[in-house]
Every structure is written in C-alpha cells, then in structure tokens.
C-alpha cells in the first residue's frame, strides 16, 4: 500500500540490494540473504539490519545466522540412483563417466564458458564429458568432437 511501510524488504545480494532505499527507513522490515559478495550494496544492506541470514556458518558476518541453502523437496527428494541413466540418455550424454555439468550467470557468464570451452581438450583427455548449459546472452559453441570423444553437449535457455 502506497505510504505504508513494507512488512518485509528481502536483499538477496548483488544487484538487487542496491535497491534498499526504500527500506532504509524501516530497517526493521529489512533482511538480507547470503551478503557474501563483496558489492557496496551488500555491505550497506549488512549495516542497516540484524536480521542476515547465509549459506554456510562459516560467512562471518557480523548478527549472521547460518540457514543454509533451502531447496524444494523436488530437489532434496531426487532418487539420483534411479533417474541416472534417463537423464544422461535425454541430455545425450554417455550412460558412464564423469560428467561435468555447468551453470552461469550474470557478469561471470562469459568468462565462465570460456574457460570451460577453453579446457575442452583437457577434459576430453580425462574423458569428461560436459553438460553445458548456457543463457541466452552468452551462447557457447558445441566443439567439433569425433565420435570417440567425449560428448560436450550445449543447452542454451
């Protein structure tokens, strides 16, 4: 409601912390999650309550409780063992081996796919395979790979 302070102000970091100023008067509405990232925001957002909360207890962050990470009991209740090979067959990757799935975003998109296409040789001589899935900003190309190789598979969202 318009003129009425907020119940709550949730900061997750980055860039939405720096959009406080409308909490700044109601610090008691404020809670800021996981202020790890060392962004001037986060750091004012830390100042202005009691109420942070992180990932781990070993954030040390001054009036910080450790929550963890919550995740949806989708996740926590996944049987890996017996979804295995149906997602290994749906992404096209090999029913054995390591696989090594990676994930970016942000501002550390572009040189996270870069360092992993970069490092395609070397894991290709382990005989790792990738799951690469990338944002649609910042689209990686599949490497030409012979048949024998490892497969390095893209997914762009």
Known sequence: MPGEPPPRVVVAGGHSAGHIEPAMNF?????CLEPTAEITANRLAVRM?????????????????????????????LDRPVLRDAARRRF????????????????GARSINAAVSGATAALRAT????????????????PDRDPADPPYVVMPT
Do not use: C, K, W, Y
Request: no cysteine.
């Open 127 to 142: 005989g790792v395979q990738v799951l690469h899935i990338t944002g649609p900003q910042h689209v990686v190309e599949a």
């Open 49 to 77: 309550t009691t109420h942070v909360f992180t990932a781990a207890p070993s954030v040390r962050v001054a009036h910080a409780t450790a929550i963890g990470i919550p995740l949806r009991p989708a996740i926590t209740g």
């Open 27 to 31: 610090a008691n509405a404020l809670r």
């Open 92 to 107: 096209g990757l090999r029913p054995d081996g390591p696989v090594l799935m990676v994930t970016s975003g942000s501002q």
